[in-house]
């Protein structure tokens, strides 16, 4: 599976859809279009043999269609997986609003959309990803019960940020403890790219242990706001990948580990909250394990905040979602194990688990 974005030339020698290399045998794929709102947004549900598909939207700014339809395909078909290897009742789906967050966000567009996803009948549950916010869920929520993430003060479980952070937090202790022997992260140099609210909660988390964080992002006012409050070091230079670090994590957009960066990382772990982190899965995680840098599975460690979002479907309570997050503690640790006795990549030995249970959960479904 590629990140590549396709020119209008390339997509005329193939199929658009179908042809994508994210496609990935998709279930079902929805274009929403409202004249009236501007709303411009994209459906993916990946599988649904757990369960329904769960997960965010994203409203972004894309360069053209193809890359947002890529975005959406390479998002649902990682929540499959996600929420497979996490153990939870559910399918994967994503969804992608074309526009920027800031300016052509609006309640009616957010309503509209949330005809659309009601329009699925529960095949898709939405929640909050980038570019959204947990009152944008509540909006959606006037016109559909099929989203989670919605406000405490209404009956939901809140911002997942925090827990998604945490659970990224203790994949990251995992992996210490696999390649330095020590889950102790106190001292290690620690580059977090990306300071959305997922970033920040892991800067704080960190911080706390005593690492050495320096943080880097597209908004200086960011960097400010967090220096300040955590006393992180700013990222001055223009290439983080060539940097000396202990740990890299990435929690921005997906695709940092490309043919352009892979070569240049020093760092010996790689555990962001960022999704589709590896451009090629293949081939990047294979050079990855050839390098020896341990690479925690993206869609295994942010998995918190699917988890938490889950819980306003199974009522189970805050002390529960905690319990379920730290639990990536231990499931990252085995399938790092995993991977070496096996010498797999670490990516295929997390896959292997997840498809199996999807399989094992169709044969059952069978008889």
Known sequence: MTSEILTSKELKKMDPVFGQHSFDDHEQIVFCNDKDTGLKAIIGIHN??????????????????????????RLSRG?????????????????????????????????????????????????????????????????????????????????????????????MKAAAKFQYGSEILEDKNVFVQGIG??????????????????????????????????????????????????????????????????????????AGAANNQLAEESKHGKILQERGIVYAPDF???AGGIINVYAELENYD???????????????????DNAKVNNLTTHNAALNVARERIETRKRENLK
């Not at 969804?95 to 529960?122: N, W, Y």
């Not at 060539?242 to 957009?253: N, R, T």
Request: charged content about 20%; some cysteine.
């Open 48 to 73: 649904t043999v757990l369960g329904p598909a769960l997960g965010g939207t994203r409203m972004w700014n894309y360069a053209n269609e193809w890359e947002a339809l890529n975005d959406v395909l």
């Open 79 to 171: 929540m499959t997986f996600k929420s497979a290897i996490t153990g939870l009742n559910l399918g994967g789906g994503k969804a992608v609003i074309i526009g920027d967050a800031k300016t052509q966000k609006t309640p009616e567009l957010m309503r509209r959309f949330g005809e659309f996803v009601h329009s699925l009948s529960g095949r898709y549950i939405t929640a909050e990803d980038v570019g959204m916010t947990t009152e944008d869920m509540d909006t959606v929520r006037e016109v559909t019960p099929y989203v989670t993430g919605i406000s405490e003060s209404k009956g939901g479980a809140g911002n997942p940020s925090p827990i998604t952070a945490y659970g990224v937090f203790m994949g």
């Open 318 to 336: 805050r002390q529960e979602i905690m319990r379920k997050t730290e639990n990536i503690y231990n499931t990252t640790l085995e399938i790092l």
């Open 197 to 270: 609210n997922v970033g920040e909660a892991l800067v704080e988390h960190l911080v706390n242990e005593g690492a050495n964080v320096t943080i880097a992002d597209i908004s200086q006012d960011r960097l400010e706001e967090v220096r300040s409050k955590y006393g992180a070091t700013i990222y001055g230079g223009n290439d983080i990948y060539s940097e000396a670090m202990d740990i890299y994590a990435p929690c921005a957009l997906g695709a940092t580990i490309n043919d352009d960066t892979i070569y240049k990382i020093k760092a010996k772990i790689i």
């Open 300 to 302: 295994l460690i942010n």
